[in-house]
């Protein structure tokens, strides 16, 4: 698993509101244990109508058009009563036909290691396992909802997703305000640590000058003055600076364009403190001056690292 949000290209990027005004239905589902009701929870901050393990049977009374004023999320999984995964998909293709309706399917999704031992942390049992071992109902859980993966339209991968992330993520897919907007996110990582699995652009800035190798600058990060002097100072920052503002700008315009809701930089170095910490902080004013403010984090500014 290799990003934490991906859409199914065969589905088209997810928009908040459809065209001509369509209030959206998001229905929300995925493996046990990968988040989906706290994804509910998140949504129903930004100002849906949650609704959670609803039968199948009902969601099309629930969301006949013209009956809700304000968007709706509903949570099905395998413990929803008399859930099938085609009755499930049956469903979800006479939504999507209906007339005023803009159906869209979240998937929430996790590595099966990481549910494992969420699992044994809560001691909360399986609903497909049964007196056998977790891995063994999420085995059979998976074969179940195969076809309904194939069908998302967006997948959130939560296995390294901290809530707050998780919520982050959310608002830039499905925010009500400001859906026609490009969401931007900026954030710095080591890559000792792995690459961030939301990332759709990722930046590699381990060839500036390290200042983990002055003495005096390793304690500090590229939050500090003298570590940002030491990296501006290096004379392959400023054309590396000048070139990467170049490739986005039009970028950011085509992928708007294009529809794409939401985009996540990466900014990579080896330990997350300095250089990445740095570039980031950089591209994060220049978005802003260039009147597309993005969200900023340092994932691994507290790690120890170079």
């Known amino acids: 698993m290799s990003k934490t949000a991906r859409r199914n290209p065969k589905a088209g990027p997810p928009k908040t509101k459809a065209v001509g005004g369509a209030p959206p239905v998001l229905l929300v589902t ?40 304000r968007p709706i999320a509903v949570g099905v999984d395998i413990r929803t009563r008399d859930f099938d995964a085609q009755r499930f998909l049956a469903e979800l293709d006479r939504l999507a036909v209906r007339a005023g309706v803009a159906v869209k399917l979240l998937f929430m999704d996790c590595d099966d290691e990481v549910l494992v031992r969420r699992y044994e942390e809560t001691r909360r049992r399986h609903p497909l396992a049964d007196d056998r071992p977790v891995s063994d109902g999420l085995r059979r859980e998976r074969a179940m909802m195969t076809s309904v993966l194939a069908r998302a339209d967006l997948r959130i991968d939560t296995s390294e997703m901290a809530l707050a992330d998780l919520k982050r993520t959310l608002e830039g897919h499905f925010g009500i305000e400001g859906a026609s907007e490009l969401a931007l996110f900026v954030t710095s990582f080591s890559y000792r640590l792995g690459l961030p699995r939301d990332a759709d652009l990722v930046f590699d800035v381990r060839f500036l000058k390290n200042p983990h190798y002055d003495r005096d600058l390793r304690p500090l990060t590229g939050l500090d003055q003298a570590v940002g002097r030491f990296i501006a ?68 500014l507290d790690k120890s690292g170079n």
């Open 30 to 69: 995925g493996v046990s244990g990968a988040g989906k009701s706290s994804a509910l929870k998140a949504l129903g901050d930004l100002g849906y109508e949650a609704v959670d393990n609803l039968p199948v049977s009902l969601i099309g009374r629930l969301v006949m058009p013209g009956d809700f004023p």
């Open 233 to 300: 100072a290096d004379k392959k920052f400023k054309p590396f600076f000048a070139n990467l503002t170049r490739l986005l700008e039009p970028l950011l315009a085509a992928y708007a364009a294009e529809g794409k809701s939401y985009l996540t930089i990466a900014v990579g170095c080896t330990g997350g403190r300095h250089r990445s910490v740095f570039v980031a902080e950089r591209l994060a004013r220049w978005l802003a001056r260039l009147g597309r403010p993005a969200r900023l984090s340092h994932r691994d």
